[in-house]
Nanobody
Framework: QVQLVESGGGLVEAGGSLRLSCAAAGRTFSSSAMGWFRQTPGKEREFVSAITWTGRSTFYLNSVKGRFTISRDNGKNTVYLQMNSLQPEDTAVYYC????????????????????WGKGTLVTVSS
């Protein structure tokens, strides 16, 4: 069992930055890939970024490449999403996700490998 708690959301002007954190409790954190998804009303949850358990590989939605950076600290059981140059279209509830061990790249992007979700944190970017 893994519990995920997000923090760091808020209101920011376009062009600004926010850093999301996801604290995980559970003994499988260090062996699991971790990711971030986002969702706006009326739309499906969308993959944003993910990082393997070693931190050596990262994955990004095309529209956030170069602006968002995912990282993790296995010693603190925490994964981060640094979001720079935020735009109004980034406005969403952001969810932290833990992947089952052995998730493929397709599972990572598609979300099929997610076995635990956080409750989400709201990011609002004003124009």
């Amino acid at each position: 069992q893994v519990q995920l708690v997000e923090s760091g959301g808020g209101l920011v002007e376009a062009g600004g930055s926010l850093r999301l954190s996801c604290a995980a409790a559970g003994r499988t954190f260090s062996s699991s890939a971790m990711g971030w998804f986002r969702q706006t009303p009326g739309k499906e949850r969308e993959f944003v970024s993910a990082i393997t358990w070693t931190g050596r590989s990262t994955f990004y939605l095309n529209s956030v490449k170069g602006r968002f950076t995912i990282s993790r600290d296995n010693g603190k059981n925490t994964v981060y999403l640094q979001m720079n140059s935020l735009q109004p279209e980034d406005t969403a509830v952001y969810y932290c996700a833990s992947y089952s061990v052995g998730s493929t790249t397709a599972n990572i992007y598609g979300g099929g490998g997610v076995n635990y979700w956080g409750k989400g944190t709201l990011v609002t970017v004003s124009s």
